[in-house]
């Protein structure tokens, strides 16, 4: 399949670099996110975007052609749920990153769930507090250098999709940022089915931050980052055939990748060489 | 490195072109495209093998890679809509009298509204007031979070929006969340509001400091109880009177309001919304558990003048960029330069003086007082009191303010004679004393915080012994 239909770019504004280090995928989540939002026929004026604090909540915020809410560290989705609560007709989407929605609000993430409020929340899970200068979060994988886990990161991390799954979410999804495989449409038809969804919806970005985690744990370029992922990541598709061998910074196992309904239904695929 | 190429294929020409004031030479099109086009440091190596399948445009974190003929991304300069610019201007008197004339035939700006209860005398607690006050004031979501005494208000509300159907209201998971919810629901265009007590309203500081900062009306009222921490959850306090004023981190000036009965309950709930959507800022209202609880008669009128906001709201299709981080007055994130952030604070409290300019406090003063009792909230009633059974006529002057932020420094200074002792009783360890050092030599303080409200008898004895010693 070929992009060749280049209406999606009328989603981002003109004119301005990013603000993102060198390397960063969250260029890639803007513009995956503008593709996904012209695919479902919505109009810029029906959406609205709410982000948090952190350099995930700037993916949005100056960037997105929509109206545009930059919230304070965590909170997002308490705003986010006013505006859905006034206005059921807007499309609301919240973007934001893993320490934001999954480390100090993650109980405004269970609530919102626990509710089922209608929105569409984005996590750019880069595994720590980038903006702040690399700090270990909640996301953070088990030995993992960072900041403030020199000696790796003794903590075991939260696996979001799982965590919102067992809430009672009816579509979760994760998928790499930058394609791993061969193509990013499977990615971005998760996108348009996570914004069409009715009820609470969840996609998760694993979009590693190269210049805190990326350059601590052997991996400062694409290409590294690529492997990483490529072994970190397994398709539901592939849990079943997999021979799954743990990955140095996931020791735990392998992260499922793929859209996932319930629990049972992740569960089963990633009973099997999945994070415990 | 960088340039244009053009490739022919089937006699077809492809332009493949890299930004370089984009490009960061990260090297993820290394990566991703199929045809090894590129190299590491985002050079064109190879533009034959070019399947022009368009994934580096797609994918390019910087939007640097131009593919095809649609190469205008990221070109010329941004334009931000107008609309923010009015968002940031309000509070300014002058552009508001503008702008209000032109909207008033939309009906927005001020306009005469019936009251949603029949006109008349009713009798109802301070919290019951609030719930009416706010409802005739056009309030149409709440967000809270339970805590005692300020629970009723939570209760109260749900229930007549329940019977008029005209409001949304949503129990949330904690203070913080209401006062998120509150503000995402401002911006879109309703009038919102939330209630709580101390242990809450610590928790909401960092969010109400967002609502200054973006410009967002809304109210919060505060029903203090006795602290520090859990304190006494059924005791009353005016202990967080600094916390109002100067609770949030960085300047963030904000309209605080104390009522002192029922009636002001309801008046000023009224007055708060009115300046919320006037001037675009949060206003809090303090009172506290004996006000809150106590059951009075109040007189309910039956037109209300209410006032709507003028500026564009979420959902109109104006593409606001609203954002807590310092912005420029278009809306765009400033995130270190150092006019933006001068120019911003400036503005802010350009809007506190000139809301300022309207002072709320009742000022009963004479040049041949030899006392002047100053004080807020409860306490002026039992100030009040005290002074009637005195009886001492001219001899004791007093000063209630119902407006604490913007503090009517001016007022007090002008009104209290030269040589009068200012007496100042508070119902927490002095804090309304610090403000009135400001303009009044020497000020007594008059402190009880045992949970208890001062009594009459406790300010007269107070009054006696300052009188004579001022004879001696
Ligand atoms: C209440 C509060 N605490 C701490 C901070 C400092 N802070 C700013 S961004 C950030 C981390 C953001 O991490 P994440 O959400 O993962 O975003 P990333 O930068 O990794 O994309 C922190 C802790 C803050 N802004 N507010
Ligand atoms: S610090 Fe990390 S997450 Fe933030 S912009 Fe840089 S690479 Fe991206
Ligand atoms: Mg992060």
């Keep these: ?276 | 490195m960088f340039g244009k190429l053009t490739t022919k294929e089937n006699n077809e020409v492809v332009k493949l072109e890299i930004n370089p004031k984009l490009c960061k030479q990260c090297g993820w099109c290394e990566q991703f495209c199929p045809k090894k086009v590129f190299g590491s440091r985002g050079e064109i190596l190879n533009a034959e093998a070019c399947s022009k399948c368009g994934l580096c445009q797609l994918l390019c974190p910087e939007g640097a890679i131009l593919f095809g003929e649609q190469s205008k991304e990221r070109q010329g300069t941004i334009q931000f809509p107008a609309c923010n610019a009015l968002r940031s201007n309000a509070g300014r008197p002058n552009l508001l009298r503008q702008v209000s004339r032109e909207v008033s035939k939309f009906g927005l700006g001020w306009s005469i509204q019936r009251s949603l209860s029949e006109p008349g005398p009713y009798f109802i607690s301070g919290n019951g007031a609030c719930v009416r006050g706010a409802l005739d004031a056009g309030c149409q979501f709440y967000a809270g979070y339970p805590i005692t005494p300020a629970s009723e208000i939570m209760q109260d509300i749900v229930k007549k929006f329940g019977q008029t159907s005209i409001g949304i209201f949503i129990q949330m998971e904690d203070e913080i969340s209401s006062v998120g919810a509150i503000i995402g629901a401002s911006q879109t265009g309703v009038k919102s509001m939330t209630a709580t007590s101390g242990p809450g309203f610590s928790l909401m500081q960092e969010n109400i400091g967002y609502a200054v900062m973006t410009d967002t009306p809304c109210v919060i009222i505060n029903v203090q109880r006795a602290g520090p921490s859990t304190g006494q959850a059924t005791r009353p306090a005016f202990g967080d009177l600094m916390q109002a004023i100067w609770g949030c981190h960085g300047d963030s000036p904000k309209i605080v309001l104390a009522p002192t009965n029922a009636q002001e309950c309801y008046d000023l709930t009224i007055k708060a919304f009115n300046l919320a959507e006037m001037y675009l800022t949060p206003v809090i209202i303090l009172t506290d558990e004996t006000i809150a609880h106590l059951r009075e008669r109040i007189e309910i009128p039956g037109e209300i003048r209410v006032f709507k906001r003028v500026v564009p709201i979420f959902g109109d299709g104006q593409e606001l960029t609203v954002t807590g981080s310092t912005h420029y007055s278009n809306g765009l994130r400033a995130a270190s330069d150092p006019k933006a952030q001068q120019d911003l604070l400036d503005r802010l409290k350009e809007k506190m003086e000139n809301i300022g300019r309207h002072p709320i406090i009742d000022i009963n003063c004479h040049p041949e007082n030899k006392v002047v009792i100053i004080s807020c909230g409860f306490t002026a009633r039992s100030v009040a009191k005290a002074v009637y059974n005195l009886g001492l006529d001219n001899k004791i002057g007093t000063a209630v303010i119902k407006m604490l932020w913007p503090f009517p420094f001016k007022e007090i200074e002008n009104a209290v004679p030269h040589r009068a002792k200012v007496i100042v009783p508070e119902m927490n360890q002095g804090q309304l004393i610090h403000l009135i050092r400001e303009v009044c030599h020497d000020p007594i303080p008059l402190n009880q915080t045992d949970g208890l409200p001062i009594e009459p008898k406790t300010i007269q004895a107070a009054v006696k012994s300052c009188m004579e010693k001022m004879r001696q």
């Excluded at chain 1, 700037?58 to 929509?66: A, C, G, N, P, S």
């Excluded at chain 1, 545009?68 to 986010?80: E, Q, V």
């Excluded at chain 1, 970005?205 to 397994?234: A, W």
């Design chain 1, 1 to 276: 399949m070929k992009e060749k239909n280049l209406n999606w770019l009328r989603w981002i504004k003109n004119g301005q670099p990013l603000q993102f280090c060198p390397s960063c995928q969250y260029g890639t989540i803007l513009r995956l996110l503008a593709c996904a939002l012209e695919k479902t026929g919505l109009e810029p004026k029906q959406v609205m975007a709410v982000s948090g604090i952190g350099c995930a909540g700037w993916i949005t915020d100056r960037y997105l052609k929509t109206d545009t809410l930059h919230t304070t560290h965590g909170r997002p989705i308490s705003f986010a749920t006013g505006i859905k609560l006034v206005r059921p007709d807007l499309k609301v989407i919240v973007v934001s990153g893993d320490g934001d929605l999954a480390t100090i609000g993650t109980n405004h993430l269970v609530h919102a769930v626990r509710r089922n409020i209608n929105l569409s929340v984005f996590c750019a899970n880069n595994f720590l507090y980038g903006m702040t200068g690399g700090q270990a979060g909640a996301t953070t994988p088990r030995n993992a250098i960072t900041a403030t886990t020199p000696q790796g990161n003794p903590e075991q991390p939260l696996d979001l999709i799982k965590l919102v799954l067992s809430l009672g979410c009816s579509m979760a999804s994760r998928y790499p940022a930058m394609p791993i495989g061969k193509s990013p449409y499977p990615t971005i038809d998760a996108i348009v089915k996570t914004l069409k969804h009715e009820g609470f919806s969840f996609f998760e970005f694993i979009s590693p931050c190269v210049t805190h985690f990326g350059r601590k744990n052997e991996m400062p370029n694409p290409g590294k980052l690529k492997e990483y992922l490529k072994d970190l990541l397994i398709r539901k598709e592939d849990i079943a055939s997999s021979t799954s061998e743990p990955t140095p910074l996931a020791k735990n196992g392998k992260l499922a990748q793929g859209t996932f309904e319930t629990l049972i239904d992740y569960l089963r695929f990633t009973e099997k060489g999945g994070q415990q």
